[in-house]
């Protein structure tokens, strides 16, 4: 099984922290988007979106979206209950996490620590804050009352979520706001096998 990726992505982050924490063994290729390995025709062959996170199996078939690769490693895990709400449940968070936390959080983060907070792009930057917050606080309102995104146990939507909250710092996202966020921060970073971003 091979990962094309970047490490400091927290989309393609996800993977490597569940591959940890499932040990599943993978070869992790690489992939530096700021020097447009995304975009030559041998990676574009692979995935014509040219994004990552990108698995390719060993029978060479391959997956693309952060959370659906998530979803594919852990079936038949704990991270992935069998009840069907359970897994609604975990569906609903990892939606959140794409439409209403990745693209201000992530974003923000994305031009303060990629690009340097370029001129060009404060605006963009100061109007991200608004909307991060606000996905920090329905988070932080849902981990005062349960350990987890989605009650007493650790599933794919806390994985889904750590991934750019654990680095929302980056993009300007002082998480001292949010002492739930903190505790549930802290024990995803005290699990055995957990692994921290490159």
Not at 1 to 17: A, F, H, P, T, W
Not at 86 to 112: C, D, G, M, T
């Amino acid at each position: 099984m091979r990962v094309y990726g970047d490490e400091q992505s927290g989309n393609c982050y996800k993977i490597k922290l569940l591959a940890s924490l499932l040990d599943i063994p993978h070869e992790w290729v690489s992939i530096d988007i700021l020097a447009g390995d995304t975009r030559t025709e041998a990676f574009l062959a692979l995935n014509p979106a040219g994004q990552i996170p990108l698995l390719e199996l060993d029978d060479g078939r391959l997956l693309a979206e952060s959370n659906a690769i998530l979803n594919y490693l852990a079936d038949g895990s704990a991270y992935l209950p069998t009840d069907a709400f359970a897994r609604a449940k975990i569906l609903q968070w990892q939606f959140f996490e794409q439409y209403s936390h990745e693209p201000y959080i992530a974003v923000a983060r994305f031009i303060n620590k990629y690009l340097d907070l370029p001129d060009g792009r404060k605006d963009e930057y100061a109007a991200k804050q608004q909307g991060g917050h606000k996905a920090l606080r329905v988070m932080e309102r849902q981990l005062a009352e349960t350990p987890y995104l989605c009650g007493p146990d650790m599933t794919l939507a806390d994985i889904s979520l750590y991934a750019y909250t654990h680095v929302a710092h980056e993009g300007g996202f002082e998480l001292s706001e949010y002492p739930a966020v903190g505790r549930w921060l802290r024990r995803i970073a005290d699990l055995p096998a957990y692994v921290g971003m490159a």
